[in-house]
């Protein structure tokens, strides 16, 4: 899986498409203090619940997600955030197609 260039102007939301049925993802950066990934999810979608090591912010680009952190369900539309604590379990539905960016920084 190759990285996004470096000193060059992304466009997020165009570097990576949906496909019908699935969940798509591509690595933009990784090093060793962390990682940022892009995801676009078709409608209904979900990534089941699971936990990780490390915070993690997860901003959606486009359309509306449902997630869960711990049982909790928060309602995310275009341009909005949230953090997903380290260990907390948490999940992610499509409610409609969705395009986010996560950053997991490893402490």
């Known amino acids: 899986m190759s990285v996004a260039p470096k000193s060059q102007i992304l466009k997020l939301a165009e570097m990576v498409s949906y496909q019908e049925g699935s969940v798509v ?3 933009i950066t ?17 990534l089941s619940e699971h936990t990780a090591p490390y915070d993690a ?4 680009l486009e359309g509306q997600a449902e997630i869960h952190i ?13 953090i997903l604590p380290a260990n907390a ?4 539905k499509a409610r409609t197609k969705f395009k986010m960016l996560l ?4 402490s």
């Open 30 to 46: 990784k090093t060793d203090a962390g990682n940022v990934t892009l995801f676009a999810f078709d409608e209904g979608q979900e």
């Open 70 to 82: 711990s049982v909790q369900p928060y309602e995310l539309s275009a341009g909005e955030a949230i």
């Open 57 to 60: 912010l997860l901003h959606l």
């Open 89 to 92: 379990p948490h999940a992610v």
């Open 25 to 27: 993802s591509r690595q």
């Open 103 to 106: 950053t997991m920084i490893r």
